[in-house]
Structure formats: structure tokens, C-alpha cells
């Protein structure tokens, strides 16, 4: 990768990184959620290995429904904490929910933050105990580039061939619902994501290697190896057109599926619900969501 390709990639996390402050400045967390953070899920001192843990204060000696959260950013920038409020809110609705980590690229490949999830999936499971978590009701959520990242972890669990061809050995825990956020499913498109990002994930000979199938989300092994998944997009969103067509994919391979699609509003950007998990719309998709996973369980 080209010097000039990776201070573009830096610059952009220094620029994220200050609009995050901004952020947490404006916004109020609620009195209502307990937070531990900064829990390492390797024992190795990275500092990107790390999640966060939410639980609901009025229910603290319950046993609860598991959601873990996977951050957005085009898996270039982006980080557990700038979901703060958005896995707060899913707490609320009466879920431990784990927030992780990654490595992000430049400083690593897509593989590597594969085997990250996996990494905080086998440390999860082991902390369910600890926070009174359901380890028979799990579910998933992902917004943007975590979506992506999350879709192809949880096909990779499922299926042998995806393992191998990533060199990955994925999580036994076992995630009943998947729910994805203005999902950026395509890397491979000829558009600003894929007219460049491809060879930086999944190296230069990309073309050439064992994971070259998987690359399209469509190939028939990575759609259905996943649960039941719901999607959500808006028409603002500049990736809707993704999450449509990933949609179809879906309702082609018969994969148990919902589809929630906003209709034109400027307030309702890409990823809106973790944005600004305060609008009438981002409640509405927890709830939503949150209903879906119940019904999957």
C-alpha cells in the first residue's frame, strides 16, 4: 500500500476521531444503563481489542438476551465508543449488550479483523456469566462497514469452506439474528469503495486466492450460511441501493429475512439510528429490531 493511500486513511481517522469529541459533548447518556468499558478480549495489549458492556440498572440480577454490536466506519475508521448511545438505547429495549473492537485497515487486513470478532465472540461467551447474560438468545447487530464485517463473520462460522478460505477459526457462539444497519455489503463493485478498496482488505492477488468466491456477498455459500437477518436503510442512505440488493440475495436464497426502508428525509442519512439514536426513526428501528431478534429466538 502506497505511503500517499495510507495518510488518506489516517487523516480520515484523526478527522472521525475529532468529530467524536464534538459528539460526546452534545450528547446525553442515560441514567438508566450501566457501562463498563474498556474490557480486553485478548490477552495481548492491543489496544483494539477491547469491548464495552451495557445492562439495564432496573434489571440487574435477571438473566437477559445478548445483542453484540459491531462499529461502523468503512472498516478504515471508526470505534466502539462512537456507538455509545445507539447500544444504550438497544440496552433499554432488555439486552446485555457487548460493543468490540478491531483493528482497522491500514494497519491490518480484513482477515485480521475476522478473526478479531471471533477473538471477541469466544471472549463474550466466557463473560456471559459475569453479566448475567443469555447465552441461549444471542443475537447481532453491525452498522455501515461493521455490518459488512459482521455479515461475513457469522457466514464464517457456518460454513467450513469460508473458515478455511479466510484462514480463520471462527466462534462457537452461536448468534440466532443478525441485524444490519445501511450495511456496506459490496467491496467489489466499480464504485468509490470498489474501485480501490479490495486489494487493501483482501491483498493485491486478491483475484487469485481462496477467498475470491466470498468477495461477492452474493455467492450462494456466504448468503446462506447466515440466521435470520434484518435490514435497515433509508432512502437518504447512500448505500440503500446495497442493502436492496443484498435484500434480494437473500429472498432468492430463502434466507428468513426483514427488510425496513424509510422513505426520503433528509434527517434519515446513512446509519441514522447510530448517528442520531434520539430521532422518532432510530427508536422505531430498535424496536423493530429488537422485535425481530425476539421472534428468532
Given at each position: 500500500m502506497s505511503d500517499f493511500i495510507k495518510n488518506i486513511f489516517y487523516k480520515q481517522r484523526e478527522d472521525f476521531k475529532e468529530t467524536s469529541h464534538k459528539r460526546h459533548e452534545e450528547m446525553t447518556f442515560p441514567d438508566d444503563v450501566f457501562e463498563y468499558t474498556d474490557i480486553p478480549y485478548a490477552n495481548d495489549g492491543c489496544d483494539a481489542h477491547r469491548l464495552d458492556v451495557f445492562r439495564p440498572k432496573d434489571r440487574n440480577d435477571e438473566v437477559l438476551p445478548v445483542i453484540i454490536n459491531v462499529h461502523g466506519g468503512g472498516l478504515i475508521i471508526g470505534d466502539k465508543e462512537f456507538n455509545r448511545y445507539f447500544c444504550a438505547n438497544?440496552?433499554?429495549?432488555?439486552?446485555?449488550?457487548?460493543?468490540i473492537e478491531y483493528r482497522l485497515i491500514p494497519d491490518c487486513m480484513i482477515f485480521d479483523q475476522f478473526y478479531d470478532v471471533s477473538l471477541a465472540m469466544n471472549c463474550i461467551k466466557e463473560l456471559l456469566g459475569k453479566y448475567n447474560g443469555d447465552i441461549h438468545h444471542v443475537y447481532a447487530a453491525g452498522d455501515s462497514g461493521g455490518a459488512c464485517l459482521l455479515a461475513y463473520s457469522l457466514a464464517i462460522q457456518n460454513n467450513p469452506s469460508m473458515a478455511d478460505a479466510a484462514n480463520i477459526t471462527p466462534s462457537d457462539l452461536e448468534i440466532k439474528a443478525a441485524g444490519f444497519i445501511s450495511g456496506m455489503f459490496y467491496t467489489n463493485r466499480l464504485d468509490k469503495i470498489g474501485m480501490f478498496l479490495p486489494k487493501y482488505l483482501y491483498g493485491n492477488d486478491y483475484k487469485k486466492g481462496k477467498f475470491a468466491p466470498y468477495i461477492n456477498p452474493e455467492n450462494q455459500e456466504m448468503v446462506r450460511s447466515l440466521p435470520p437477518c434484518f435490514l435497515v436503510t433509508s432512502h437518504n442512505d447512500f448505500l440503500c441501493k446495497y442493502t436492496l440488493d443484498f435484500e434480494k440475495a437473500l429472498t432468492l436464497d430463502g434466507?428468513?429475512?426483514?427488510?425496513?426502508?424509510?422513505?426520503?428525509?433528509?434527517?434519515?442519512?446513512?446509519?441514522?439510528?447510530?448517528?442520531?439514536?434520539?430521532?422518532?426513526?432510530?427508536?422505531?428501528?430498535?424496536?423493530?429490531?429488537?422485535?425481530?431478534?425476539?421472534?428468532?429466538r
Open positions: 438497544l440496552c433499554k429495549k432488555g439486552f446485555v449488550v457487548f460493543s434466507i428468513k429475512h426483514e427488510l425496513l426502508n424509510y422513505p426520503k428525509n433528509p434527517k434519515l442519512t446513512h446509519a441514522f439510528s447510530v448517528f442520531y439514536p434520539d430521532l422518532p426513526e432510530s427508536t422505531d428501528t430498535i424496536n423493530k429490531m429488537t422485535a425481530f431478534f425476539t421472534a428468532n
